[in-house]
């Protein structure tokens, strides 16, 4: 094997953080069409639930193609198509990173298409990756601990407010977990290239003791039960999606700058439907003229007008310099200084 | 003159010469375009590369006697802001990799006494341009030789490389057809000054023999040369030849003055009406090779002066008054009366006086001589956007359908037997019409019998 001892390197550290050794999904679900002709194999970091609409209005388009949707975490879904080269015909994730990582190192197939032509630069790479929504990370607070205190609109701000009230949110405070969470992993490290203030902000959060998370639902249903009182960096399209049917809680997009990322899609070197897969893209950049699905799955699609309306907003940027923190030594680097100032104990 | 399909063509060489050459500028133009954009391309890319290598390479340290880096942003971020291509990275210690790709080859930085190594290979079924650099990094008390290869695929590169390939070949098609373009003119122009020299010796009329003056470029002088010395020496043997025509003449009518006034005291002598007109007929003869003497040497002086005319201003109502004056004591003696009808203005051209008056000696004379005793001649200047010079007898006319045939060269009416002529009368004054740029018109009297000769002139 050419790459044996590169996909050593990678299952080191993959194995780091699930000691299993096969890929593992989360959830599987197969929807089969009235005359189906061919399936259609998606790999997916995106709930079921969340995707499901999509799937169902991409049938009603396309009423020939079985899909067939594995959840799985953006790790998982690395190793399925870095390390066991899974004939999956698509690989949906939010983790930006890897997903450059698998482009780069050659495990995507170029596509384009009329739909794609048109994309707006920023929101693909190599025409291999194809960003097709734009979700910002908020921070989420739960309305009833902000009844007296003022609500922070910048990082420094939210310093300010807990080193002020260490006692108040003493164990009260959450975010991802970035040795486990691929996505809290990237915003972690774009927060740490953006601003100063990440590593204070993570050193204060350490003194409160603060709760690590693997996912935005979890945090979200915790700031909603009073459980904490805020959690940081969470996926501004989920909790949106949460508002209608989740009493008390409070989206805070900061002022300074908010890390926006795109969904993005990918079909992999060894997909045995690429054309199938290649509808499925075409039909996941054009969300945005349907408008009902993009409000039913609450995934905001690629809009540039809505960028331009929020001047915070700075969407993450393909290329690779997203490489840099997938780096081995970088990340041992980042992860030694990220655990030294979130656990004091 | 179509000699074209066996001739080839000075123009058409010409242009096909500077096309060709037109096409080797072009194709050089497009392999040095190409040579040396794809080279700048190529080393924009090698000083990214270098500038990423350098960058990683300072962000080395050690750490309790290990080698470590800190991956820097910009050492990644920087390769992709030319292009979309994909980028590797190792960072190799003691043969023992650090971090990243660790098959990707090393490029051997022995051979070379440089620290920094540039080389194309293949990584991944790619072609990939690759940077080596050496640093040594100390880890404590030793040094350490830590090696930096970063690699990029080439595939910006190649759409850059295209789009100059094409940018180029539009230029130099461009470039070519405007070329040929100017060639074919620049090859009209070059022959423009030979079709010119054409035109001026075929314009020529058959008489003009004189040097070719129209402005040739230097390459055409011996050319024009050759031809106005072979145009000298034509006419030189022409002129020659009416010299010794004149010449001729002039030594015949002397002694036939003299064989006339000995005749004519014979004649007197003489009483035998047998003998008498015998004599008779040796003067009548003698006239009439005297008559043809006088004419030949009037027609070689008028051949001779129609090639370089003497022009000055003419008018043209003196000379017919003053032509009507000298013949007529010929006319006095048949009676005949000379009618002048001149215009009151002057009527003034450029000519050479002695040949126009040579001219309408010639028209009056005939129209005496064909006329009857007892009758008149109108002499009438008519001013109609052209000078008519007409001569209008009361005579006998002619009987030729095609009065034209008078004016060739000894050429006769047929009903003129009784009267003395040579035949070169309108030969003299059809000549001189042309010299002048005119033309001599023959009809018969519109107002009764006669003829009516006309010199026209055109103004000058
Ligand atoms: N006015 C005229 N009336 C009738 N016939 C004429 C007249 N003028 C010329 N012709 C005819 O044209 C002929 C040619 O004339 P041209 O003057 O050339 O010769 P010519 O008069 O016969 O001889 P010469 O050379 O001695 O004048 C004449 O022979 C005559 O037949
Ligand atoms: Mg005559």
Redesign the pocket.
């Known amino acids: 094997m050419r790459f044996a001892r590169f996909t050593l390197f990678l299952s080191v550290f993959l194995s780091s953080l699930s000691m299993a050794n096969a890929f593992e999904s989360e959830q599987q679900r197969t929807y089969s069409a009235q005359n189906a002709q061919e399936t259609l194999r998606i790999i997916s970091t995106a709930d079921i639930d969340v995707f499901e609409p999509i799937i169902y209005a991409f049938q009603r388009q396309n009423p020939n193609v079985n899909i067939d949707y594995v959840v799985a975490s953006s790790t998982e879904l690395m190793r399925a198509i870095y390390e066991e080269n899974l004939p999956f015909d698509l690989a949906i994730s939010s983790a930006m990173d890897l997903q450059t990582k698998l482009a780069n190192d050659g495990f995507a197939r170029t596509y384009s298409s009329e739909a794609t032509d048109t994309m707006p630069g920023w929101a693909k790479w190599r025409n291999q990756l194809f960003g097709f929504t734009q979700e910002p990370a908020v921070l989420v607070i739960s309305e009833a601990d902000f009844l007296q205190t003022p609500i922070p609109t910048t990082r420094d701000e939210l310093i300010e407010l807990l080193r002020n009230n260490s006692e108040k949110f003493d164990g009260r405070v959450g975010t991802y977990d970035v040795r486990t969470s691929g996505l809290g992993y990237l915003f972690a490290t774009q927060d740490s290239r953006n601003t100063e203030a990440f590593w204070r902000l993570t050193e204060v959060m350490g003194r409160l003791n603060t709760r690590l998370y693997c996912c935005s639902g979890e945090m979200i249903t915790d700031v909603a039960s009073g459980k904490i009182a805020l959690a940081y960096n969470v996926l501004g399209s989920y909790a949106a999606s949460r508002l209608h049917n989740t009493a008390g809680i409070v989206i805070v997009p900061l002022d300074d700058y908010l890390s926006v990322m795109l969904r993005t899609a990918v079909i992999p070197s060894e997909a045995n439907n690429p054309e199938g897969a290649g509808l499925m893209i075409d039909f996941l950049v054009g969300l945005k003229a349907n408008t009902d699905l993009s409000a039913s799955t609450g995934l905001p699609p690629i809009d540039k007008e809505a960028l331009q309306a929020e001047s915070a907003m700075r969407p993450i940027q393909f290329g690779p310099g997203l490489l840099v923190f997938l780096d081995k030594m970088r990340r041992e680097t980042f992860l030694r200084s990220w655990v030294n100032s979130i656990t004091q104990d | 003159m179509s000699r074209k399909d066996q001739k080839w063509s000075i123009r058409r060489r010409l242009g096909i010469q500077l096309s060709v050459i037109a096409a080797l500028l072009s194709i050089a133009f497009y392999l040095t375009v190409r040579t040396v954009a794809e080279q700048a391309a190529a080393d924009t890319q090698d000083s990214i590369l270098a500038a990423s290598a350098t960058s990683i390479a300072d962000a080395l340290y050690s750490e309790r006697g290990a080698i470590r880096l800190e991956l820097p942003y910009s050492a990644l971020s920087m390769l992709g802001t030319i292009s979309e291509d994909q980028v590797f990275y190792r960072v190799v210690a003691k043969d023992i990799t650090l971090t990243g790709y660790d098959d990707l080859s090393i490029p051997d930085t022995s051979q070379n006494q440089r620290d920094v190594v540039f080389e194309t290979t293949i990584y991944r079924g790619v072609q990939v341009r690759a940077v080596a650099m050496s640093r040594a990094v100390s880890t404590g008390n030793q040094a350490q030789e830590v090696t930096v290869v970063v690699a990029q695929t080439r595939l910006g590169l190649a759409a850059t490389s295209s789009r100059i390939s094409s940018t180029a070949t539009a230029v130099a098609v461009g470039f070519f057809l405007v070329v040929t373009a100017l060639s074919l003119l620049a090859a009209q122009s070059a022959v423009a000054p030979l079709n010119r020299l054409t035109q001026s010796v075929t314009r020529r009329g058959p008489k003009d023999l004189r040097p070719v003056v129209t402005e040739t470029p230097r390459e055409l002088v011996p050319l024009v040369d050759a031809l106005n010395s072979f145009m000298g020496r034509l006419r030189f043997s022409l002129t020659r030849s009416e010299e010794f025509i004149a010449e001729a003449a002039h030594r015949i009518r002397t002694p036939l003055a003299t064989v006339r006034t000995q005749a004519e005291v014979l004649y007197r002598q003489m009483k035998q009406p047998d003998n008498k007109k015998s004599v008779r007929e040796i003067i009548r003869a003698v006239d009439e090779s005297s008559?043809?003497a006088?004419?030949l040497l009037d027609h070689a002086m008028v051949s001779l002066r129609a090639d370089q005319l003497e022009t000055r201003e003419i008018d043209l109502t003196y000379l017919m008054r003053d032509a009507s004056d000298r013949l007529a004591p010929t006319s006095d003696l048949k009676d005949i009366h000379l009618k002048l009808d001149l215009p009151s203005h002057g009527c003034k051209i450029m000519g050479d006086l002695i040949l126009l008056q040579s001219a309408v000696r010639?028209?009056l004379?005939?129209?005496i001589?064909?006329?009857p005793e007892d009758s008149s001649i109108l002499i009438r200047l008519a001013d109609d956007e052209e000078y008519h010079l007409m001569?209008i007898?009361e005579?006998?006319?002619?009987?030729?359908s095609n009065?034209q045939n008078?004016?060739k060269r000894f050429?006769?009416?047929?009903?003129?037997s009784d009267?003395?002529?040579?035949?070169?009368?309108?030969?003299?004054?059809d000549e001189v019409a042309r010299a002048h740029n005119g033309r001599l018109e023959?009809t018969a009297n519109k107002d009764g019998p006669?003829?009516c000769?006309s010199l026209v002139l055109p103004y000058s």
């Open positions: 008559r043809s006088g004419q010639n028209i004379d005939n129209s001589k064909y006329s001569f007898d005579g006998r006319g002619f009987e030729s009065p008078l004016v050429t006769r009416g047929s009903n003129v009267v003395i002529g040579s035949g070169l009368g309108l030969t003299i004054a023959i006669g003829t000769v």
